[in-house]
T-cell receptor
Framework: DAEITQSPRHKITETGRQVTLACHQT?????MFWYRQDLGHGLRLIHY???????NKGEVSDGYSVSRSNTEDLPLTLESAASSQTSVYFC??????????FGPGTRLTVT | SQKIEQNSEALNIQEGKTATLTCNYT??????LQWYRQDPGRGPVFLLL???NEKEKRKERLKVTFDTTLKQSLFHITASQPADSATYLC?????????WGAGTKLIIKP
C-alpha cells in the first residue's frame, strides 16, 4: 500500500545545530507540504512543492529550507535550530488540489 | 488576513447523539473547505471536502454544510460513538494551499 513516512519520529537537538527531517511518499503525488503544529495553533505551512525542482515558501518559512530532487522525497532542513522551532512537524502530499495525506509526524525538541 | 475559528473548548456529547462542530472564517471566500480528523500522536486524516457551490455533503454518519453567506461550515456526526472521540480540524483553500483552524476536541461519552 502507498504511504507517507517521516523520520526520525522524535529528535532532540541543541540550539544552533543543523537538523534535517525526512519525508518520503510512495503515492507518486506531485504536491508535497511541510507543516508545524503547536498547541493552540492550526497547522502552519512552512514550505511546499508542486513538483521536482519546485519549492515555495509558506507562512512560516524563516529558518527552514527544502529541496525536491525527486517525486518521493521532500526533506526539511533547519539551518540553525532555535528553541522557537520546538514543535511537531508534519509532512503531507496530495495528487491535486483536494485532500492531503499526512505522515505520522516528527516531534522536535530544541534545547 | 484570513482567520479561521473553531471552538477551542472540548465538546462533550453523549453516545448516540449528534455532534455538531463549527468552523467560522473571515476575510476570504474559499473555493472549498475540508474537514480532517486527528487522533493524539498521529497526523490528520481527511474526512470530507465541500465546494463553494455545494450546500451539503454526506459520507456515512458524517455531514458537512457550507454557508458562504454566513462564512461558516458545520460538521455533524450522527449516532456518535466513543470511537469518534478525536480532534476535528477544518481547513480552507487559499490559492492551492490550505489554511487551518486550531481544531475542536470531541469527546463522546458512553
Amino acid at each position: 500500500d502507498a504511504e507517507i513516512t517521516q523520520s526520525p519520529r522524535h529528535k532532540i537537538t541543541e540550539t544552533g545545530r543543523q537538523v534535517t527531517l525526512a519525508c518520503h511518499q510512495t503515492w507518486n503525488h506531485n504536491n508535497m507540504f511541510w507543516y508545524r503544529q503547536d498547541l493552540g495553533h492550526g497547522l502552519r505551512l512552512i514550505h511546499y512543492s508542486y513538483g521536482v525542482q519546485d519549492t515555495n515558501k509558506g507562512e512560516v518559512s524563516d529558518g527552514y529550507s527544502v529541496s525536491r530532487s525527486n517525486t518521493e522525497d521532500l526533506p526539511l532542513t533547519l539551518e540553525s535550530a532555535a528553541s522557537s522551532q520546538t514543535s511537531v512537524y508534519f509532512c503531507a502530499s496530495s495528487p491535486d488540489r483536494d485532500e492531503q495525506y499526512f505522515g505520522p509526524g516528527t516531534r522536535l525538541t530544541v534545547t | 488576513s484570513q482567520k479561521i475559528e473553531q471552538n477551542s473548548e472540548a465538546l462533550n456529547i453523549q453516545e448516540g447523539k449528534t455532534a455538531t462542530l463549527t468552523c467560522n472564517y473571515t476575510n476570504y471566500s474559499p473555493a472549498y473547505l475540508q474537514w480532517y480528523r486527528q487522533d493524539p500522536g498521529r497526523g490528520p486524516v481527511f474526512l470530507l471536502l465541500i465546494r463553494e457551490n455545494e450546500k451539503e455533503k454526506r459520507k456515512e454518519r458524517l455531514k458537512v454544510t457550507f454557508d458562504t453567506t454566513l462564512k461558516q461550515s458545520l460538521f455533524h456526526i450522527t449516532a456518535s460513538q466513543p470511537a469518534d472521540s478525536a480532534t476535528y480540524l477544518c481547513a480552507l483553500d487559499r490559492n492551492y494551499q490550505l489554511i487551518w483552524g486550531a481544531g475542536t476536541k470531541l469527546i463522546i461519552k458512553p
